[in-house]
């Protein structure tokens, strides 16, 4: 459709627009609110475009600060039949706010669970540092360090998890007749918080 965003002739055309579009945004969001933009890229005669993180970087000039950039990964993404790449399986939501510091981000909400000291620990012998002073895995790296407590690993995490990770397993939802995206839907209901 002629008009539609996403139907421009040239990449630079559709920049262009969606940083017009997040100008506007940008004019009328609270100077303590936030962006989360989900995009995901396209091929021109063969060519992966890398539209997501052109889009960022234009954004970027045009004043937003970037935070983040946050991998999607869709662990039951679309089958590809393509017989010359990989299938891909991945799109980028980008986190941006008007200002440096000053905004709203509640990352005691959408913290995970501490895997350090678990089972699930991909960290041989860390388990065994667990409650020792200075019990880090690398005798003295970490002294002096306030965050660490005198280098004892039980205390140097938060009680409520850790911090959330930039790589977001979330798959797709089965809704017919929707767009792929809506795996992010109940994502965004349970762990993003709009303000």
């Known amino acids: 459709m002629v008009g539609q965003i996403g139907n421009e002739s040239k990449p630079s055309e559709y920049i262009n627009n969606l940083v017009l579009i997040f100008h506007e945004c940008k004019r009328v969001l609270k100077n303590t609110g936030t962006l989360w933009l989900n995009l995901g890229d396209k091929y021109k005669q063969g060519n992966l475009l890398g539209m997501p993180w052109r889009v960022a970087?234009?954004?970027?000039?045009?004043?937003?600060?970037?935070?983040?950039?946050?991998?999607?990964?869709?662990?039951n993404a679309m089958p590809h039949s393509a017989k010359n790449?990989?299938?891909?399986?991945h799109e980028y939501i980008f986190f941006f706010t008007k200002q440096p510091n000053n905004y709203y981000y509640d990352?005691?909400?959408?913290?995970?669970?501490?895997?350090?000291?678990?089972?699930?620990?991909?960290?041989?012998?860390?388990?065994?540092?667990?409650?020792?002073k200075g019990g880090t895995?690398?005798?003295?790296?970490?002294?002096?360090?306030?965050?660490?407590?005198?280098?004892r690993w039980d205390q140097a995490?938060?009680?409520?998890?850790?911090?959330?990770?930039?790589?977001?397993?979330?798959?797709?939802?089965?809704f017919r007749d929707a767009h792929f995206a809506v795996g992010?839907?109940?994502?965004r209901e349970d762990f993003l918080s709009v303000k």
């Open 57 to 75: 970087l234009a954004l970027q000039d045009d004043g937003w600060i970037l935070r983040n950039d946050v991998i999607w990964h869709k662990p």
């Open 85 to 89: 790449r990989l299938t891909t399986d």
């Open 107 to 132: 990352q005691d909400a959408i913290r995970e669970e501490h895997v350090t000291f678990s089972e699930n620990s991909k960290m041989k012998g860390g388990r065994n540092h667990f409650g020792e």
């Open 137 to 151: 895995p690398e005798n003295e790296k970490n002294d002096g360090n306030s965050n660490l407590h005198d280098g």
């Open 157 to 174: 995490f938060h009680p409520k998890g850790r911090n959330k990770r930039t790589v977001w397993n979330v798959p797709l939802s089965k």
């Open 184 to 187: 992010l839907d109940n994502f």
